[in-house]
């Protein structure tokens, strides 16, 4: 059995930790004055532009290969909908529900990529939506479903990853660098779209004029994004996929703990046990055959 590279693990515990403290930028840009969406569009427009600067050849591959702009499409989305759950809903309930996203990466991958649903897939699914409906449950409303908009933006979000994990691994065969720049041109133009259309429907405000305090922030997280996506394509490619998967939950403790800290969110119990059954959702995401595969 070969060793874990340290720095493998180190380069996804660094994308976690940014991940898990990005509500707080997107959070800091709402109060002042920029919607999440065109905070999302602005952040992502900048990493993109500092990714190119260093992989600009890769952008042509875009054009010539249409299932890289899908992967650009469902990056944008996810990086939308979580950035404006995570800026009006309440953090921990936001993470959680995202973090039902390898519930849809089971029924996905069989859907698109024909993978057969084994014993611990299907517990995977049970846990992790056993762990939803106990972190949603409030008596007075019955039926434990989503009951706000950041609510269902977070399930939103986390399906759209697991269709954006999907996608990637059709696009094994691409380097990681023509699907980091996939991803982050993806996240910059679709935000920026999205952001277009609902400002001229009138249900987004426009971003102008931008508030001169918001650049230097914008700025700060579209360099911590880049070094994000960076790192994730490192850990990704050097250790096994349930090692990264297990790792990468370290974004719930980030999120949580920051939130609880910051008077963000409400931990209640009913948030830890439900909380600790998505958690556990990706130890049994494989069968032992599958899970020796590397990433």
Not at 225 to 238: D, E, I, K
Not at 264 to 288: K, N, S, T
Request: one cysteine or more.
């Amino acid at each position: 059995m070969q060793p874990i590279p340290k720095s493998a693990v180190a380069a996804l515990l660094l994308n976690t930790f940014i991940w898990g403290l990005s509500w707080t930028g997107t959070r800091a840009l709402e109060g002042m004055g920029l919607h999440p969406l065109w905070a999302t569009a602005a952040i992502f427009s900048g990493c993109a532009l500092l990714l190119l600067t260093l992989r600009h050849r890769e952008l042509p591959l875009l054009w010539r290969h249409p299932a890289l702009l899908g992967v650009g499409l469902a990056t944008g989305l996810t990086n939308a909908s979580f950035n404006m759950a995570v800026a009006y809903g309440d953090v921990v309930r936001v993470i959680l529900l995202f973090y039902l996203m390898p519930v849809w990466t089971v029924i996905l991958a069989r859907l698109v990529l024909h993978e057969a649903i084994t014993p611990r897939s299907l517990a995977r699914v049970a846990l992790g939506l056993g762990g939803a409906f106990i972190v949603l449950y409030q008596p007075r409303l019955g039926l434990p479903l989503p009951q706000s908009l950041p609510d269902w933006m977070a399930v939103a979000s986390g399906l759209l990853f697991a269709v954006t994990n999907v996608l990637l691994r059709r696009l094994h065969g691409f380097s990681d660098g023509t699907r980091a720049v996939a991803m982050l041109v993806g996240s910059g133009v679709f935000a920026s779209l999205l952001g277009v259309v609902l400002s001229a429907a009138g249900m987004v405000a426009w971003p102008l004029p931008l508030p001169m305090a918001a650049v230097p922030v914008v700025a700060l997280w579209a360099v911590l994004f880049l070094v994000s996506n960076l790192s994730l394509q490192y850990g990704v490619a050097r250790l096994p996929a349930n090692i990264a998967a297990v790792i990468m939950l370290a974004e719930i403790l980030v999120a949580t703990f920051s939130a609880w800290m910051l008077g963000a969110a409400e931990l209640r119990p009913q948030d830890l046990i439900g909380g600790v059954l998505i958690i556990a959702a990706p130890w049994i995401v494989r069968d032992r055959r599958v899970a020796a595969q590397p990433a």
